[in-house]
């Protein structure tokens, strides 16, 4: 399995088009449903955090969810069940990173699958996918 | 939601009774585009001919376009209003996130109208506007400070654009800027005194929508396209390596870099302040603009000690470009990038258009030095390449403590109406020009372009390939055909919104096919026709507010200083006008 590492945070130039990847493969133009933020450490002259997804073993947000909607993915991180999923956002306030995004549209999270489809179009190498056991 | 049915959204704000609301202008989409296209229309709409720029009667519209967040380099927001630097139909541009966020927040324009009975700033998040107090953020020194403030008592980061004013726009400086991520401007024609003039010290918008595209198998082949052109292309090299700082050097060795006024076209010390310099000693980030993988911001760490406090030290980042550096370094003599980069500081936290500071910083030091005006008016000494005395110059053109500041916050040309020394007050229809002295057909494009900007028609390049290839001059008229084809077509760059900087890449056959996806069909022969169409709107429109080309005062300076193509010949130049006037006068006809 693999799963999305952020290589080197500090050559992020913080153009988002790895936002903008992420919605795009549901053919989305925007941000609604990216998995992954990028935004300013506090000023665009202190750089830029990349939040997503870093795969947990032994996720916290699996762990709360009420209704097992958020299955743990082989090699870390989850999947999620949309039919299962009742929006109640208990993942979201376990993720101590942030990096349960959410889909104001339709009310639920959006989780990094680690597809790596955003780090095709990292301009900059600052993504990448990794082997995890 | 569709995408076009989003972008034809339009924003009405109304300062005065503090309400807001939505309409559906299909119509102006459908017609113009976006950007610019459709900018233009809202003015024609919303400003009466004779409106004060400074009054209730003003309005400020952002616009975006179709293409903005659908591919990259699609960036940039388009800011429309009256100017209160020369009084006409005014238009600058932004990077940052502004688009993106104007754009996913699910509108295609904002119109700002009306003004505040108190400061406040507004924060568009989504569907929602708020209004609020802006009386603890009016008279802050810096624009760094609001920005951080504003940053901590807003949400939705990296969603978000924070365009604020500093005290020059409060202060209706003519030529203030607005600042937005802090290294990204809407820096010409006065904006910021506009802002100021609404009491209205920041707009922070917050866009986390998403939209549909018909045709999602094609969009996204397209969008490969665009960036494998992105990122591979020799079109965008200059830009991704050193920056528009490149320029520097080039413009040297060819004798059309501007020095101390336009006295010159080389500076001795260019070396010390090129980009390529810059990137070998200061060079710290490289930030890039929402959906744009070139990352052509530029910002170097300038690490001040504290004289009084041993092993104390300041460390502030500034964003350098080759317009900050012809303003701030070569134009005044300034051999030193610690020099450069302290004056620049200053212009940013006080919200000043660069150019139009550096020009009129030019401007004082001759007249200083010619001793039109004296430590009386001025309040300090001045010579060429002094940044201290420049730092203290730029700070009282915001707080005016006299008459003569007072009239120098109104920019070069009334000053020098005032005080003497037109001959070296460079303007062109009042608006200070960027950096480049490279011939003829530049100062024409000054005159004649609609913003009186370099990227109106980048003539200044054209001048450069015909010395390249060692053509001769084109005869007046065929320059201006060349200048006025230029910026029609630019004209769709901006409607669409595509970054300038990537018209390298923005062919007309390439815009073609990043249309189709939305199921929108023009030929590179319509896009053409709009982009002259709305060239003639926009002349339009300044001619009847008053504008007229033949009118505009060509200063001594830049036709007494050799370019690469020798001294300018004057005649050559007022030909070329009288031409444009002949093409204006038939558009008109044209039109009715």
Same mark, same amino acid.
């Given at each position: 399995?693999?799963?999305? #590492?952020?290589?080197?945070?500090?050559?992020?130039?913080?153009?988002?088009?790895?936002?903008?990847?992420?919605?795009?493969?549901?053919?989305?133009?925007?941000?609604?449903?990216?998995?992954?933020?990028?935004?300013?450490?506090?000023?665009?002259?202190?750089?830029?955090?990349?939040?997503?997804?870093? $795969?947990?073993?032994?996720?916290?947000? $699996?762990?709360?969810?009420?209704?097992?909607?958020?299955?743990?993915?082989?090699?870390?991180?989850?999947?999620?069940?949309?039919?299962?999923?009742?929006?109640?956002?208990?993942?979201?306030?376990?993720?101590?990173?942030? $990096?349960?995004?959410?889909?104001?549209? #339709?009310?639920?999270?959006?989780?990094?699958?680690?597809?790596?489809?955003?780090?095709?179009?990292?301009?900059?190498?600052?993504? $990448?996918?990794?082997?995890?056991? | 939601?569709?995408?076009?049915?989003?972008?034809?959204?339009?924003?009405?704000? =109304?300062?005065?009774?503090?309400?807001?609301?939505?309409?559906?202008?299909?119509?102006?989409?459908?017609?113009?585009?976006?950007?610019?296209?459709?900018?233009?229309?809202?003015?024609?709409?919303?400003?009466? %001919?004779?409106?004060?720029?400074?009054?209730?009667?003003?309005?400020? @519209?952002?616009?975006?376009?179709?293409?903005?967040?659908?591919?990259?380099?699609?960036?940039?927001?388009?800011?429309?209003?009256?100017?209160?630097?020369?009084?006409?139909?005014?238009?600058?541009?932004?990077?940052? /996130?502004? *688009?993106?966020?104007? %754009?996913?927040?699910?509108?295609? *324009?904002?119109?700002?109208?009306?003004?505040?009975?108190?400061?406040?700033?507004?924060?568009?998040? =989504? =569907?929602?506007? /708020?209004?609020?107090?802006?009386?603890?953020?009016?008279?802050?020194?810096?624009?760094?400070?609001?920005?951080?403030?504003?940053?901590?008592?807003? &949400?939705?980061?990296?969603?978000?654009?924070?365009?604020?004013?500093?005290?020059?726009?409060?202060?209706?400086?003519?030529?203030?800027?607005?600042?937005?991520?802090?290294?990204?401007?809407?820096?010409?024609?006065?904006?910021?005194?506009?802002?100021?003039?609404?009491?209205?010290?920041?707009?922070?918008?917050?866009?986390?929508?998403?939209?549909?595209?018909?045709?999602?198998?094609?969009?996204?082949?397209?969008?490969?396209?665009?960036?494998?052109?992105?990122?591979?292309?020799?079109?965008?090299?200059?830009?991704?390596?050193?920056?528009? !700082?490149?320029?520097?050097?080039?413009?040297?060795?060819?004798?059309?870099?501007?020095?101390?006024?336009?006295?010159?076209?080389?500076?001795?010390?260019?070396?010390?302040?090129?980009?390529?310099?810059?990137?070998?000693?200061?060079? *710290? /980030?490289?930030? *890039?603009?929402?959906?744009?993988?070139?990352?052509?911001?530029?910002?170097?760490?300038?690490?001040?000690?504290?004289?009084?406090?041993?092993?104390?030290?300041?460390?502030?980042?500034?964003?350098?470009?080759?317009?900050?550096?012809?303003?701030?370094?070569?134009?005044?003599?300034?051999?030193?990038?610690?020099?450069?980069?302290?004056?620049?500081?200053?212009?940013?936290?006080?919200?000043?258009?660069?150019?139009?500071?550096?020009?009129?910083?030019?401007?004082?030091?001759?007249?200083?030095?010619?001793?039109?005006? &004296?430590?009386?008016?001025?309040?300090?000494?001045?010579?060429?390449?002094?940044?201290?005395?420049?730092?203290?110059?730029?700070?009282?053109?915001?707080?005016?403590?006299?008459?003569?500041?007072?009239?120098?916050?109104?920019?070069?040309?009334?000053? !020098?109406?005032?005080?003497?020394?037109?001959?070296?007050?460079?303007?062109?229809?009042?608006?200070?020009?960027?950096?480049?002295?490279?011939?003829?057909?530049?100062?024409? &494009?000054?005159?004649?372009?609609?913003?009186?900007?370099?990227? =109106?028609?980048? !003539?200044?390049?054209?001048?450069?390939?015909?010395?390249?290839?060692?053509?001769?001059?084109?005869?007046?008229?065929?320059?201006?055909?060349?200048?006025?084809?230029?910026?029609?077509? %630019?004209?769709?760059?901006?409607?669409?919104?595509?970054?300038?900087?990537?018209?390298?890449?923005?062919?007309?056959?390439?815009?073609?096919?990043?249309?189709?996806?939305?199921?929108?069909?023009?030929?590179?022969?319509?896009?053409?026709?709009?982009? /002259?169409? @709305?060239?003639?709107?926009?002349?339009?429109?300044?001619?009847?507010?008053?504008?007229?080309?033949?009118?505009?005062?060509?200063?001594?300076?830049?036709?007494?200083?050799?370019?690469?193509?020798?001294?300018?010949?004057?005649?050559?130049?007022?030909?070329?006008?009288?031409?444009?006037?002949?093409?204006?006068?038939? &558009? %008109?006809?044209?039109?009715?």
């Amino acid at each position: 399995m693999r799963r999305l #590492v952020v290589v080197d945070v500090n050559k992020c130039v913080g153009c988002q088009l790895c936002m903008l990847a992420c919605s795009r493969r549901f053919g989305i133009v925007g941000y609604s449903k990216s998995a992954i933020w990028v935004r300013s450490a506090g000023g665009f002259e202190r750089g830029f955090t990349i939040v997503v997804c870093r $795969a947990c073993k032994d996720p916290p947000c $699996a762990r709360v969810c009420p209704t097992n909607a958020l299955r743990v993915r082989d090699g870390g991180g989850v999947i999620l069940d949309m039919s299962k999923c009742i929006g109640c956002g208990l993942c979201r306030d376990a993720c101590d990173i942030g $990096a349960v995004m959410w889909d104001y549209e #339709v009310g639920k999270p959006v989780i990094c699958v680690h597809c790596g489809f955003c780090v095709n179009y990292c301009p900059h190498n600052v993504l $990448a996918l990794e082997e995890v056991s | 939601m569709d995408w076009f049915k989003s972008l034809s959204n339009v924003l009405y704000i =109304d300062l005065t009774r503090k309400t807001y609301w939505v309409e559906s202008r299909e119509e102006l989409f459908s017609k113009w585009l976006g950007g610019i296209g459709v900018a233009t229309q809202l003015y024609k709409e919303e400003v009466p %001919r004779n409106a004060d720029p400074l009054g209730p009667e003003n309005v400020i @519209i952002f616009a975006v376009g179709p293409l903005t967040g659908l591919y990259p380099l699609a960036s940039k927001t388009i800011a429309v209003f009256k100017s209160p630097l020369n009084g006409y139909f005014a238009e600058s541009h932004a990077g940052g /996130r502004s *688009a993106l966020a104007i %754009r996913f927040a699910g509108y295609g *324009a904002i119109v700002i109208r009306g003004v505040s009975d108190r400061p406040i700033y507004v924060v568009i998040e =989504d =569907d929602k506007v /708020r209004f609020r107090d802006g009386a603890t953020l009016w008279g802050m020194r810096s624009t760094e400070t609001v920005g951080r403030i504003l940053r901590e008592v807003t &949400s939705g980061p990296g969603y978000r654009a924070i365009m604020r004013i500093g005290r020059a726009g409060e202060r209706l400086v003519r030529y203030a800027s607005v600042v937005t991520e802090t290294y990204r401007h809407f820096g010409r024609l006065g904006l910021g005194a506009v802002m100021g003039s609404k009491k209205l010290k920041a707009i922070v918008v917050v866009g986390r929508k998403g939209f549909k595209v018909p045709d999602i198998p094609t969009y996204r082949a397209v969008y490969d396209e665009i960036y494998q052109l992105a990122v591979k292309s020799p079109a965008m090299k200059k830009y991704h390596d050193l920056g528009t !700082a490149a320029n520097i050097l080039a413009l040297n060795s060819i004798k059309a870099l501007p020095t101390r006024n336009f006295s010159s076209g080389v500076f001795e010390l260019a070396g010390e302040v090129s980009g390529e310099k810059l990137a070998e000693t200061i060079l *710290a /980030r490289r930030v *890039a603009c929402a959906g744009c993988p070139t990352a052509c911001v530029h910002i170097a760490a300038l690490r001040e000690p504290y004289p009084e406090e041993p092993y104390f030290y300041k460390v502030k980042f500034l964003s350098y470009d080759h317009e900050p550096l012809y303003a701030l370094a070569t134009n005044l003599g300034i051999g030193s990038r610690e020099g450069f980069l302290k004056l620049l500081d200053v212009v940013e936290e006080e919200g000043l258009d660069v150019i139009s500071t550096g020009v009129v910083l030019a401007w004082a030091t001759e007249a200083y030095i010619n001793g039109l005006i &004296s430590e009386k008016e001025l309040l300090t000494k001045l010579g060429w390449g002094d940044y201290e005395s420049y730092i203290k110059v730029v700070r009282n053109i915001v707080l005016q403590p006299n008459d003569f500041y007072k009239t120098l916050a109104l920019g070069v040309e009334e000053v !020098a109406k005032k005080y003497g020394g037109l001959d070296y007050a460079l303007a062109f229809n009042k608006v200070e020009p960027a950096g480049y002295h490279t011939g003829p057909l530049y100062i024409i &494009s000054l005159i004649v372009g609609s913003r009186h900007s370099h990227l =109106d028609s980048g !003539a200044y390049s054209i001048d450069q390939e015909l010395l390249a290839s060692k053509k001769p001059l084109p005869t007046p008229q065929e320059a201006v055909e060349r200048i006025v084809e230029e910026e029609s077509w %630019r004209q769709v760059l901006t409607s669409l919104v595509i970054c300038l900087f990537a018209r390298g890449i923005y062919k007309p056959e390439i815009v073609e096919k990043c249309l189709k996806p939305l199921g929108k069909s023009l030929s590179t022969e319509e896009l053409k026709k709009l982009g /002259r169409d @709305i060239w003639v709107e926009k002349q339009l429109i300044k001619y009847s507010e008053g504008f007229n080309v033949l009118n505009v005062r060509i200063p001594k300076r830049v036709l007494e200083t050799p370019t690469p193509h020798g001294v300018v010949d004057e005649n050559y130049v007022r030909e070329a006008l009288k031409y444009f006037d002949l093409i204006i006068n038939l &558009s %008109r006809k044209l039109k009715t």
